[in-house]
């Protein structure tokens, strides 16, 4: 990787991740019959963040599970989502629930209806929230985050890179 820029650091995500949390529980008047789901890989460690968050914020647990989006995704072929794809993982049965996907960066739209899919593939739940981290802009589709961190705008040509701690050793948010 070859940063152009750091745009956030350790502090600046676990900031921006409570006020996401805040937001969720003001906006669906507290965290009954709430879900979350983070999208492989990222989203899910975000997830976790944000369950922490609720536990020490509301003092109740919410179910957390994980969304593969690969069977769903438009830019492989049926045999390869076959070959590529993994298990979702749902906590609870979702259909009632108020379910808030979790992702790293919002870019062309596509992983977040990809996972809209995945989710309406294992129930119908009351509403389909998305939280991500960064929306960096450049939607192909008419998709938008309910909750986000950090309104980045970028050129086509830049990548945002999430490093989260779990996967990649360092929590932190760079422009390549």
């Not at 709430?34 to 975000?46: D, E």
């Not at 076959?82 to 596509?110: K, N, Q, S």
């Not at 929230?129 to 980045?152: F, S, T, W």
């Not at 779990?166 to 390549?176: C, H, L």
Request: charged content about 30%.
């Amino acid at each position: 990787m070859n940063p152009k820029a750091k745009i956030m650091d350790e502090l600046a995500v676990r900031r921006a991740m409570a006020r996401i949390t805040h937001e969720i529980i003001e906006r669906n008047h507290g965290v009954e019959n709430i879900c979350l789901l983070g999208v492989k890989r990222r989203g899910m460690p975000l997830a976790d963040m944000l369950a922490d968050n609720i536990r020490r914020f509301e003092e109740t647990a919410v179910p957390v599970g994980y969304l593969d989006i690969t069977r769903h995704r438009d830019d492989l072929s049926d045999a390869a989502k076959e070959e590529l794809a993994g298990e979702c993982h749902f906590p609870c049965d979702i259909t009632g629930m108020r379910v808030i996907i979790i992702d790293d960066v919002l870019y062309t739209g596509r992983t977040a209806r990809a996972a809209m899919e995945a989710v309406f593939a294992a129930g119908r739940p009351q509403s389909v929230q998305l939280a991500v981290l960064v929306d960096r802009g450049h939607r192909e589709l008419p998709i938008r985050a309910d909750y986000v961190g950090k309104n980045v705008p970028t050129a086509q040509s830049e990548k945002v890179r999430v490093m989260m701690n779990a996967i990649d050793g360092e929590t932190a948010v760079y422009i390549t």
